[in-house]
């Protein structure tokens, strides 16, 4: 049995040992972008690899050009995998302290990249500390393995193809951002406030419980369907500030079998790059 979308701390707590298990640790706070790491040094689940958002899970800002975490290249990012010891062999899974925010980034970058046994841990780490689970502190290291990567350019839609296909009735366009954010009234983060015209409202916050875990798949499939109205999942595309949360929404919604949607992965900080580009509020 391998895992696709998410993983319970009951079922990892099995697998600790498994050479064949890769854990990465995704804590990441966007006020303080070291504060992840060194609390990953300070406890950590066994065998866990730190991954850092902004060094090791985006490539490098062009002012201007991209938006606050553009993808690494193709052969970056599959040399850091395998580095990480990830081969087609490897169950891994991704954990965080923010509702999978972070760690869905990296689900959906070994997606991208054609590696389907990737899972959030349910939960994150907050659940693992809650049930007195093992932990370990320090930095631990895994042996490098031969990772091959294999493209899915249709998880992916560029800008141009924001502005040239989405005001179709037939496409979607979700903004998973925090609703002051969509609609302009809060910006704490990027230099202009509003959203992409047309995208829909679809705040990732909205897929968890009060302990961080999804909620039960009913009800996110309730939520998705209202969204979606009937469009097709690979119809449909999500995007929040810098193409990292809006992974969660993707998530989710492949959680509950609805198939898998696109990520604009340059999103609202790298849409408002250029002044031509309209903005609403």
């Not at 707590?13 to 990953?40: K, M, V």
């Not at 999942?233 to 810098?242: E, I, Q, R, V």
């Amino acid at each position: 049995m391998i895992y696709t979308t998410l993983i319970s701390t009951t079922e990892l707590a099995q697998h600790l040992t498994n050479p064949d298990w890769a854990i990465f640790d995704c804590r990441f706070s966007l006020a303080d972008p070291e504060r992840g790491r060194r609390d990953y040094a300070q406890a950590h689940i066994p065998g866990a690899i730190y991954a850092h958002l902004n060094e090791d899970l985006a490539g490098p800002i062009i002012p201007g050009v991209t938006g606050r975490h553009p993808l690494p290249t193709i052969d970056s990012a599959s040399d850091k995998f395998a580095e990480w010891g990830i081969d087609d062999r490897v169950q891994v899974v991704v954990s965080d302290d923010a509702g999978g925010a972070f760690a869905a980034r990296m689900w959906w970058m070994l997606r991208w990249l054609g590696h389907e046994a990737v899972a959030v841990l349910d939960g994150g780490w907050p659940k693992w500390q809650s049930e007195g689970r093992e932990t370990r502190e320090g930095i631990a290291v895994r042996s490098s393995r031969r990772f091959v990567p294999h493209p899915r350019s249709d998880l992916l839609i560029s800008t141009e193809e924001v502005e040239d296909t989405l005001p179709a009735a037939s496409r979607k366009l979700f903004d998973s951002r925090t609703g002051e954010r969509y609609r302009g009234e809060n910006e704490p983060i990027d230099p202009i406030a509003g959203h992409i015209p047309g995208a829909i409202s679809a705040p990732y916050p909205d897929n968890l419980n009060p302990d961080g875990t999804l909620r039960p798949i009913e009800e996110l499939r309730l939520r998705f369907a209202v969204l979606l109205r009937g469009t097709p999942a690979n119809h449909t595309a999500f995007y929040c500030g810098s193409g990292v949360t809006a992974a969660q929404n993707i998530l989710a919604l492949k959680h509950v079998g609805l198939g898998d949607a696109k990520l604009y992965a340059g999103s609202w900080s790298e849409w408002i790059t250029n002044p031509q580009r309209p903005i609403e509020k």
